[in-house]
């Protein structure tokens, strides 16, 4: 729906430039490329922001099905970790090798 709300806003801002305004062909057409490479810089970075929080969901989900997570080349499970859900944080228990030892769910697969 925001992609359609943003085409709607992005054509009234070209039939703005091309009815309001006394700007040359070349000027229009630099503006033009300006605003369509700010929408995809904005598209990619929306794909790529989705992906990461797909991917820290899914180890987070695995996580708490009491299967090993990779991080860093570190083995990450429910014996050793508990899982701050508010910072996404894996955070070795007390009495364990790993005793406060922080890895961040963004670094596993």
Known sequence: ????????????????????TDLKTSQKAGITAIVLA???GAITYN??????????????????????VQCNGVDV??????LSIGTYTFIGKKNT????QMISVSTCK
């Open 77 to 82: 499970n429910n014996t050793n970790y508990t």
């Open 1 to 20: 729906m925001a992609y359609i709300i943003g085409l709607v806003v992005v054509g009234l801002f070209f039939l703005a430039l091309h009815y309001f």
């Open 38 to 40: 700010i929408i995809a």
């Open 97 to 100: 090798p790993n005793y406060g």
């Open 47 to 68: 794909s790529y922001a989705y992906a990461q929080r797909d991917n820290m969901l899914n180890v987070a989900m695995k996580f708490n099905q009491n299967k090993t």
